[in-house]
């Protein structure tokens, strides 16, 4: 399930933590991976005004990043380090700014986490990515039972 961790950290980023988590995996390539493994999943993550629907796979092209965020008013698309924003039949190039130059060098950027005491924010903070986990811990549930899994889990 690691190739889903990405895309369950941005929902939460995006929108918040899952009420509940529908997963499906497959095994689609048994000529490249001859051990029986799990090459590709589907999530669905329910949200009180919405479904997050996340997809990863070890059979997906290499680079194949792309994420497509669609809403009542317009599509936000990103991907190949473009951001396109699509209003009706309209699309806009979005400048994606560059990070600001303490958070340029990742490493760097930990290193003075470290040394400073400061704790990690926004994508990297510990509150995210336990979620992130918590969803993969409920879409591996939802394989093994082909049922939702609500969350928080009890």
């Known amino acids: 399930m690691d190739f889903g961790s990405y895309s369950a950290a941005w929902s939460v980023w995006l929108i918040g933590r899952p009420q509940w988590v529908m997963a499906q995996a497959l095994y ?3 000529e490249r991976f001859p051990v029986k493994i799990e090459d590709h999943a589907t999530l669905l993550l329910g949200y009180p005004k919405g479904v997050s629907v996340l997809e990863g796979s070890w059979s997906l092209p290499v680079g194949a990043r792309d994420a497509t965020i669609t809403g009542t008013t317009g599509v936000l698309e990103m991907g190949n380090d473009k951001l396109v ?3 009706g039949r309209s699309a806009k190039d979005l400048p994606s700014p560059a990070p600001p130059p ?3 060098d990742p490493i760097a950027y930990v290193v003075n986490l470290l040394r ?3 704790q990690a924010d926004g994508m990297l903070s510990l ?3 336990v979620a992130a ?3 993969l811990d409920a879409a591996k549930r939802s394989i093994q039972s ?3 899994v609500r969350l928080p889990f009890e």
């Open 127 to 129: 509150q995210l990515n």
């Open 85 to 87: 924003l699509r209003k």
């Open 133 to 135: 986990v918590e969803i």
């Open 102 to 104: 303490e958070r340029a």
């Open 28 to 30: 689609r390539e048994p």
């Open 116 to 118: 400073s005491g400061k």
């Open 146 to 148: 082909g049922q939702p």
